[in-house]
Nanobody, 120 residues
Framework: QVQLVESGGGLVQAGGSLRLSCVVS????????MDWYRQAPGKQRELVAA???????SYADSVKGRFTISRDNAKNTVYLQMNSLKPEDTAVYYC??????????????WGQGTQVTISS
């Protein structure tokens, strides 16, 4: 069973920064895509950033230029560096991946989530 554990959340003022970490229980070197989602109260869960095994990245328009996703395969860890934080970034952030379990099937894995709160 693959497990994802997030950490690094907390309370910061607008304009501050945080770095989230996601440690995966198994090697991520062969996992194609790792990504971060977030969910604010009363809102749908949204994709924030994604990174492929080759290092290609993508970001939601709302965080582009402020957030950076990266991965360290040797440490089985994915990071989300968040700069210039805004109150609207307040949410629970989740690490996620989809792993192929068979040629005809795949499975989604989610972390427990870490709370990020930005004050004005």
């Amino acid at each position: 069973q693959v497990q994802l554990v997030e950490s690094g959340g907390g309370l910061v003022q607008a304009g501050g920064s945080l770095r989230l970490s996601c440690v995966v229980s198994e090697s991520i070197s062969s996992i194609n895509v790792m990504d971060w989602y977030r969910q604010a109260p009363g809102k749908q869960r949204e994709l924030v950033a994604a990174i492929t095994s080759g290092g290609s990245t993508s970001y939601a328009d709302s965080v582009k230029g402020r957030f950076t996703i990266s991965r360290d395969n040797a440490k089985n860890t994915v990071y989300l560096q968040m700069n210039s934080l805004k109150p609207e970034d307040t949410a629970v952030y989740y690490c996620h991946t989809t792993i192929r379990t068979a040629p005809w099937a795949s499975r989604d894995y989610w972390g427990q989530g870490t709370q990020v709160t930005i004050s004005s």
